[in-house]
Nanobody, 117 residues
Framework: QVQLVESGGGLVQAGGSLRLSCAAS????????MNWYRQAPGKQRELVAT???????NYANSVKGRFTISRESGKNTMVLQMNSLKPEDTAVYYC???????????WGQGTQVTVSS
């Protein structure tokens, strides 16, 4: 079965960096896109970054220039490098894979990122 495991979350000071990883296993479908979402307490879950099967990337305006999404070559693992972190980046970050159909998607369990001021 499909399993997504996030890692790399933690507590950092403003201006610091974190590197989140999402390792996927049990993938039997074509991956159209790999995504990172985040959800802060009391707020709606938002899309942070996307990387398509063709390698194109896109970012939320709030993280452009600070976050970088990538995929490790030869692996179903994606990485979110987060630099110049701000307190407003504090949230639970979720890995998400989108398959070829609208109903073919999977979520990870989430990893907590806390940025102190």
């Amino acid at each position: 079965q499909v399993q997504l495991v996030e890692s790399g979350g933690g507590l950092v000071q403003a201006g610091g960096s974190l590197r989140l990883s999402c390792a996927a296993s049990g993938i039997t479908f074509s991956i159209n896109a790999m995504n990172w979402y985040r959800q802060a307490p009391g707020k709606q879950r938002e899309l942070v970054a996307t990387i398509t099967s063709g390698g194109s990337t896109n970012y939320a305006n709030s993280v452009k220039g600070r976050f970088t999404i990538s995929r490790e070559s030869g692996k179903n693992t994606m990485v979110l490098q987060m630099n110049s972190l701000k307190p407003e980046d504090t949230a639970v970050y979720y890995c998400h894979l989108q398959g070829p159909s609208s109903w073919s998607y999977y979520w990870g369990q989430g990893t907590q990122v806390t940025v102190s001021s």
